[in-house]
């Protein structure tokens, strides 16, 4: 995630109509590209008005991205390092910096109507963040917290989830990035985000152990759909 967000034109908090159906697509897990691809072919489907709004749920193969704002010197390992450890690198079209995707994190993208639900994007952004701090509370007892200056959500002094939202002709594409099963070593091949006084978190290092990541899924997907005002989810 790029914790990038476009807030052109956020004036003021609009109201919100009840939604029906959250779509849900379980993905697996998919390499980078291929999962750009699906969020652009879905935007334009979604701007088209043939889907409703949709949520991706999915893992990436080791990969690290570059946002528009990143810059290569915040890849720390060589590029034969990253090939030894099977880490691709992409250069995104997102806002944002660098960061890292790989088996163990859970992924949610989004392909969310903004005009059609009255939602704007700092409230959707600012919906997602209080959604995720009631699932850590709720689910894990943690006191999660979000920083001004650093976006994401926190537990302390690490980062244990990742947001960066992009909006085009106000429909939305990419989301959340939420460590779980995350190998946290990962990230020692980056500066994360461009912060340097600061670290990384999964649930798996709060609570100790490996989590059960699909019951992670569908409890965070609950508290996403709540929190955006669906009435239920459908999953495909």
């Known amino acids: 995630m790029s914790d990038s967000f476009d807030m052109s034109g956020a004036s003021h908090v609009p109201s919100r109509r009840p939604r029906q159906i959250l ?11 291929t999962g750009l691809a699906l969020q652009e072919d879905l935007h334009a489907r979604r701007l088209a ?28 390992a060589s590029e034969d390092e990253l090939k030894e450890k099977g880490i691709e690198v992409f250069q995104s079209s997102r806002g944002g910096q660098v ?19 009255q939602r704007e994007l700092r409230l959707f952004v600012e919906t997602l963040e209080q959604s995720v701090i009631a699932y850590l509370g709720a689910a894990w007892g943690l006191q999660a ?3 001004p200056q650093h976006p994401g959500v926190w537990v302390g ?3 244990v989830a990742a947001l960066g939202i ?3 002709n106000r429909v939305t594409m990419h989301g959340m990035a939420l460590n779980v099963n995350t190998d946290l070593g990962m990230f020692r091949n980056i500066v994360p985000c461009g912060i340097t006084d600061r670290g990384v978190t999964s649930l798996a290092e709060l609570a100790g152990h490996p989590v059960d ?3 992670v899924r569908n409890d965070l ?10 009435s239920r989810i459908r999953w495909s």
Do not use: M, W
């Open 221 to 230: 997907a609950d508290s996403l759909a709540r929190a955006y005002g669906f």
């Open 157 to 159: 002094e690490r980062k």
């Open 23 to 33: 779509e849900c697509r379980d993905c697996g897990t998919i390499d980078y590209r």
């Open 145 to 147: 917290s979000i920083d």
């Open 166 to 168: 992009s909006v085009k």
């Open 99 to 117: 960061t890292y995707h790989g088996p163990g994190q859970l992924v949610v993208y989004f392909i969310f109507n903004l005009y059609e639900a």
């Open 49 to 76: 008005e043939e889907i409703g709004d949709t949520a991706l749920f999915l893992q990436h193969s080791h990969v690290i991205t570059l946002g528009r704002r990143g810059e290569s010197g915040d890849i720390l």
């Open 213 to 215: 990541f699909v019951k």
